[in-house]
T-cell receptor
Framework: EPEVTQTPSHQVTQMGQEVILRCVPI?????FYWYRQILGQKVEFLVS????????KSEIFDDQFSVERPDGSNFTLKIRSTKLEDSAMYFC??????????FGQGTRLTVV | AQKITQTQPGMFVQEKEAVTLDCTYD???????LFWYKQPSSGEMIFLIY??????QNATEGRYSLNFQKARKSANLVISASQLGDSAMYFC???????????????FGRGTQLTVWP
């Protein structure tokens, strides 16, 4: 069964460093999302991406964040200068028009 | 106001019994979708069941059913014949707008931690 794949599963980075989280969505999906979940809290929407551009973003998704689909298969989330409060589980999700969102297994980001 | 409210931080159920996890939602959209996801301790988000706002029948997927009461704006998840492997965090979520919307962001509740005991 096709699935959304995220790498790495766990990333530790120093405060102020740039980090790139990678996702390979399901191949025939058109809509892509990033969510995050701070430990013990609810899942929060970051950004949605369709037709090679951002379609919606939340107030969390500030200038430190960016997304890219560089090669038609990968979908990346970049955090330019990480802060301690960026420590969270980051989920990528994808969907077709007629399906629901399927989530990857998540990347646990720890900022030290 | 919260889009999704889950009032049960934790629930306990004995193996083989049924359990209901509560979810209420708030939206002014006529078209929306309601979802339940399971998050085991390993952290991944597993899609369980979907209910569209225009669906007249309650959704069912195996042992999962969604008790959809539109007038009360509730979308409770019923798990029948609980198994030890059902122990996990369960999140209710909502999408506003049509299924094919280019937006399609999900609003999540705070989750209910379900523990199934033998």
């Amino acid at each position: 069964e096709p699935e959304v794949t995220q790498t790495p599963s766990h990333q530790v980075t120093q405060m102020g460093q740039e980090v790139i989280l990678r996702c390979v969505p399901i191949s025939n999906h058109l809509y892509f999302y990033w969510y995050r979940q701070i430990l013990g809290q609810k899942v929060e929407f970051l950004v949605s991406f369709y037709n090679n551009e951002i379609s919606e973003k939340s107030e969390i998704f500030d200038d430190q964040f960016s997304v890219e689909r560089p090669d038609g298969s990968n979908f990346t989330l970049k955090i330019r200068s990480t802060k301690l409060e960026d420590s969270a589980m980051y989920f990528c999700a994808s969907k077709r028009t007629d399906t629901e969102a399927f989530f990857g297994q998540g990347t646990r980001l720890t900022v030290v | 106001a919260q889009k999704i409210t889950q009032t049960q931080p934790g629930m306990f159920v004995q193996e083989k019994e049924a359990v209901t996890l509560d979810c209420t939602y708030d939206t002014s959209d006529q078209s929306y979708g309601l979802f339940w996801y399971k998050q085991p301790s390993s952290g991944e988000m597993i899609f369980l069941i979907y209910q569209g706002s225009y669906d007249e029948q309650n959704a069912t997927e195996g042992r999962y059913s969604l008790n959809f009461q539109k007038a009360r704006k509730s979308a409770n998840l019923v798990i029948s014949a609980s198994q030890l492997g059902d122990s996990a965090m369960y999140f209710c979520a909502m999408r506003e707008g049509d299924r094919g919307s280019t937006l399609g962001r999900l609003y999540f509740g705070r989750g209910t931690q379900l523990t199934v005991w033998p």
